[in-house]
Nanobody
Framework: QVQLVESGGGFVQPGGSLRLSCAAS????????IGWFRQAPGNEREAVAC?????????YYVGSVRGRFSVSRTNNVNTVYLQMRTLKPEDTGIYYC??????????????????????WGQGTQVTVSS
């Protein structure tokens, strides 16, 4: 079954860290660019980061998380990660990973648009609060 499954969300105080995982099955995740999105209550889904295949090696981050979040892959377990540090209350939301419809590269600015992605996980909740 072709799917993405996120995990690692939870409750954390401001300034804390979390690492989200996006486990792929039914396909090789390193054959695709993978994006991370988040959605806060009442807001539209917004792009957070995008990781290209290792052969491309280009990643992107939205300005509000640059320097605090980082994306990585562990190919032998077919998993993509989103490491989040110095978390802020405004980082609260449901975090989703998604596979681009085709291609190994995150292309700017197309990676920012949810319509570029054809496979989505179910999401994992991140709550940042004191």
């Amino acid at each position: 079954q072709v799917q993405l499954v996120e995990s690692g969300g939870g409750f954390v105080q401001p300034g804390g860290s979390l690492r989200l995982s996006c486990a792929a099955s039914g396909f090789t995740s390193n054959d695709y660019a993978i994006g991370w999105f988040r959605q806060a209550p009442g807001n539209e889904r917004e792009a957070v980061a995008c990781i290209s295949s290792d052969s491309v090696g280009i990643n992107y981050y939205v300005g509000s998380v640059r320097g605090r979040f980082s994306v990585s892959r562990t190919n032998n377990v077919n998993t993509v990660y989103l490491q989040m540090r110095t978390l802020k209350p405004e980082d609260t939301g449901i975090y989703y990973c998604a596979r681009v419809i085709s291609g190994r590269a995150c292309e700017h600015p197309r990676w920012l648009s949810p319509v570029q992605y054809g496979l989505w996980g179910q999401g994992t909740q991140v709550t940042v609060s004191s």
